[in-house]
């Protein structure tokens, strides 16, 4: 196995990285960055603290996690649950990837119409039992949320949000969880928490996707990260896996990124944008 090359010095990365990807098959990986054109917040943009969210050890433990948990959620989800796709998402959309593998939960790339997805940590749309495994609409329970802790939204209207649907919030106290409908137990949003391993199914789709890139007989594709800093494995393997195949890896971030090594091309710009150039530039060459 060969490594891709590290990011190539060249006068105009963004051009350069859009003549590689103009024709290539692709395969696409999403970061939180993707959706901040959306009004979700991301978690390492410049200038964002650091955040360490729930543990899934934290929130089995203890219900007063859990509490917290809700309480925070409960409002996050009302104003994640609002956010509509962007110019990136549409522009995915039309793009057409052979996959399209987001990080998020946020549901948005489904939203714009994106055909070939997997969502590695789950959608926050939906809610499983631990018990029983019965799995709900994210809505049903907001409602319930809304009538065991009434007026909770409006009291807290003004905190700030976080990019997993919930917010900052650091008294919790008093606030009602709803056990599962079903059965009676513990409710979790249908995600993969921290602590969490990504299900093996939805990782093996991916690498045969990256590993398709390849060639062999066919034509090499193109690995594009939009709007990831990379800074965790579940994400990162992705890039890994790209160049020790010697497939090319055009990485695009405001931020730097643990996979910057690896990339064949950087681009330091906004997804909405350069994601719209490619898929203007992919059209005119289908036309």
């Known amino acids: 196995m060969t490594l891709a090359p590290a990011a190539t010095p060249v006068a105009d990365p963004d051009a350069a990285a859009l003549d590689l990807l ?4 692709l395969v696409v ?8 054109d959306s009004g979700i917040p991301d978690y390492r943009g410049p200038g964002r603290r650091v ?19 809700w309480a925070r959620s409960h409002l996050g989800w009302a104003r994640m649950g609002a956010a509509g ?5 549409h522009a995915l959309a039309r793009i057409d990837p052979e996959l399209l593998i987001t990080q998020n939960v946020d549901g948005l790339h489904e939203a714009a119409g994106s055909r070939r997805v997997v969502a590695l940590h789950g959608r926050v749309a939906e809610v499983v039992c631990l018990d029983c495994g019965d799995v709900t609409a994210r809505t049903a329970l907001q409602e319930r949320l809304e009538a065991l802790n009434p007026g909770w939204a409006q009291r807290h209207a ?37 602590g969490e391993n990504v299900p093996k199914q939805r990782v093996a789709r ?7 890139l390849a060639g062999g007989a066919g034509t090499t594709g193109a690995l594009l990260v939009a709007g990831s800093s990379l800074t965790v494995m ?13 497939t090319p890896v055009v990485i695009v971030n405001r931020g730097a990124t643990r996979g910057d090594d690896l990339a064949t ?17 992919r059209a005119s060459l289908a036309s």
Request: proline share 5%.
């Open 265 to 281: 091309y950087r681009v330091h710009a906004g997804c909405s944008e350069f994601l719209a150039r490619l898929a203007e530039r």
């Open 85 to 89: 796709p962007n110019a990136g998402h």
């Open 29 to 36: 990986l999403t970061g939180a960055g993707l959706s901040t």
């Open 22 to 25: 103009a024709a290539a098959p």
């Open 51 to 69: 955040r360490q969210p729930m543990t899934i050890q934290e929130f089995l433990a203890h219900a007063s996690a859990r509490q917290r948990y």
């Open 206 to 212: 991916c690498y045969d996707a990256v590993d398709g």
């Open 234 to 246: 579940s994400g990162l393997r992705f890039v890994r896996r790209a160049a020790k195949a010697g």
């Open 158 to 194: 003004q905190v700030a949000s976080n990019p997993d649907g919930d917010v900052e919030l650091t008294e919790t106290g008093g606030f009602v969880v709803p056990d599962c409908e079903a059965c009676g137990g513990v409710v979790k949003p249908h995600v993969v928490f921290f």
